[in-house]
């Protein structure tokens, strides 16, 4: 069964001889527990996709679906919001700076009609490996991976089925990448998550999913297995171009797991 | 014993410091404490809140303070000079000793800034976020009034209220009230519109949070700083016009010893018996400025992008 499908979808900003198609026609599904990854450059549409599925980007055609589910318009109901949850980029931009990690948890868990807020704080945290320590600090009193551990716990609060990533480590430092994309790796085993992920960094891609859609101005050009990708079986010049331009990370993994 | 003492107030301070705060009251406590620690850090900030802390201890003891009865006339000692006997800052026209009417007018002020306090910044922070966060037709239209009140000069639109309400105190705030609110407004729309696209208020989004909750806890937190700064940078103006509004008659009435309206009586005189004026003017004058340096130092402590940089 197919978890979310996209068929046809444009995503557009502005109007007139302003309008931007930021995406164009993208079709792709995501099985249920996989993991699929949305690869390109900056501008490419990627996140795009995600906003537009949660409602955050507003102008859209065509067709999204959350398990057989179609959506409509921009508004989207509370269970949506309780099976679907988003990751954003930038750990230091998604945390509200004048509430403490308890107040971001306690408010989600009440949005959702959770009970039992203490306890469930309390696992949240350990579940993303913070300690009940930082359940009182602000976030500038936390480092970015802590925050964006945070953010991930905010994220599976309302235990989610599908959690869509946004370069969910792109704004870290790279040895806090690695920490984080284990934490995630090990939470989609632990909660039989569904992943869509966007990254432009073919490594993390490579580490966290199984398919791959890689996009170009706002088009998808190739979908591909991540075996593929690794044995750099790219069909489309773009996805060979994109390869061969991150060679030294891909090979460094392909060496590493031979 | 000394010591004792100290190792407790090391405790609670470290208590306070601590960045692992065990508790929703300790982790707020903390971040009271942080902003206390750095406002006292500011000398001049400092001057201005003992000045108002003074100005708040006069007014609740005037009747304590004032060596004699703010409205007691007594003819045969009019317009004495300061040091005189028994009147420390002269009298008045009327023989009505200028230190206690001054002590019993620093209530008058009182009032009239924390009325203004309450109302103009709220009335404009709710027409700010409101329209800052729902944008489209409803912002333009709030927008416009606000732009409407904000092309009359302050004082003229106030005398305009105060002429149509009536004369005194009560209309005089509400018509400074009226007229110092599309300020606050603007800020407070200014700052919905950086703060409502940023990736927390999408994320808050996200959970399925309607717009009432948006406005009021998660925006309003972040405009409130701002705003209390403009308002004690605004108080001096505030004070300024009630004091206008006397002066022309049209604010306090007599024999009220609101400061304004005492200078206004003193411009009679002010060639042969300068204190009459100056008195009230001097305390205007100190009050003004000592919310200006409040302002300042709060400025310092609460503007959340100054301190959430580092």
């Not at chain 2, 707020?28 to 100005?55: H, K």
């Not at chain 2, 409407?148 to 302050?154: D, K, S, T």
């Not at chain 2, 003229?156 to 110092?180: E, P, R």
């Not at chain 2, 409502?196 to 999408?202: A, Q």
Request: hydrophobic share 50%.
């Amino acid at each position: 069964m197919s978890r979310l499908e996209f068929e046809g979808l444009n995503v557009w900003f502005g109007d007139g001889p302003d309008r931007v198609d930021a995406v164009k026609g993208a079709t792709f599904e995501v099985p249920s527990g996989a993991s699929f990854g949305l690869v390109g450059e900056s501008g490419s549409g990627k996140s795009t996709i995600l906003r537009a599925l949660v409602g955050l980007a507003r102008h859209w055609s065509g067709r999204m679906a959350v398990a057989e589910a179609p959506v409509t318009g921009f508004k989207r109901s509370k269970a949506f919001y309780k099976d679907v949850q988003m990751v954003f980029q930038d750990p230091y931009a998604s945390l509200h700076p004048r509430q403490t990690v308890d107040a971001v948890l306690a408010e989600t868990l009440k949005l959702h009609g959770i009970g039992d807020v203490e306890n469930r704080i309390e696992q949240l945290l350990l579940d993303v490996g913070l300690g009940p320590k930082f359940r009182f600090r602000y976030p500038h009193q936390l480092s970015g991976g802590q925050r964006q551990r945070v953010a991930i716990a905010r994220a599976l609060a309302p235990e989610p089925s599908v959690i869509l990533l946004d370069e969910p480590t792109s704004a870290l430092d790279v040895s806090v990448q690695a920490e984080v994309l284990n934490l995630l790796v090990d939470l989609r085993k632990a909660h039989q998550l569904t992943y869509l992920m966007v990254s432009h960094d073919l490594a993390v891609v490579g580490h966290m999913c199984e398919r791959i859609a890689v996009m170009q101005a706002g088009e998808i050009v190739e979908i591909m297995s991540v075996e593929d990708m690794r044995e750099m079986k790219a069909a489309h010049p773009y996805t060979r171009q994109l390869l061969q331009a991150s060679l030294g990370y891909v090979g460094e993994e392909m060496h590493g797991g031979a | 014993m000394s010591d004792i003492s100290t190792t407790e107030t090391v405790g609670w301070r470290a208590w306070l410091m601590t960045d692992a705060p065990g508790s929703r009251t300790q982790a707020r406590l903390a971040s009271l404490y942080n902003g206390w620690l750095s406002f006292r850090s500011n000398p001049m900030a400092m001057a201005g809140l003992v000045i108002l802390l003074g100005l708040l201890f006069t007014a609740a003891f005037a009747p304590l303070l004032a060596p004699h009865d703010p409205f007691y006339q007594t003819l045969a000692n009019r317009l004495q000079p300061p040091l005189s006997d028994g009147h420390l800052l002269g009298t008045d026209s009327l023989g009505r000793d200028i230190l206690s009417r001054i002590i019993y007018g620093s209530r008058i002020t009182l009032q009239i800034v924390f009325l203004v306090a309450v109302i103009a910044p709220v009335a404009g922070l709710l027409v700010g976020t409101i329209a800052g966060y729902t944008g489209g037709w409803l912002d333009v239209i709030l927008m416009r009034i606000t732009d409407i009140f904000l092309a009359f000069p302050r004082l003229v639109l106030a005398l305009a209220f105060v002429a149509a309400l009536g004369a005194g105190i009560g209309n005089a705030i509400l018509a400074i009230s009226l007229t110092a609110w599309p300020p606050y407004a603007r800020i407070a729309r200014a700052e919905t519109l950086t703060i409502r696209n940023s990736d927390y208020i999408s994320a808050i989004r996200l959970q399925g949070a309607g717009p009432l909750r948006i406005i009021t806890k998660h925006i309003w937190p972040l405009c409130i700083s701002s705003l209390i700064v403009r308002v004690t940078l605004d108080m001096a103006g505030v004070i300024l016009a009630a004091a206008g509004l006397g002066f022309l008659g049209l604010g306090a009435q007599p024999p009220s010893p609101e400061w304004g309206a005492m200078i206004s009586e003193g411009r009679k005189f002010i060639l042969d018996h300068w204190w009459v004026a100056t008195m009230p003017g001097l305390a205007i004058f100190t009050v003004s400025l000592a919310f200006n340096l409040l302002g300042d130092g709060l400025r310092d402590v609460l503007d959340p992008k100054s301190g959430e940089g580092s």
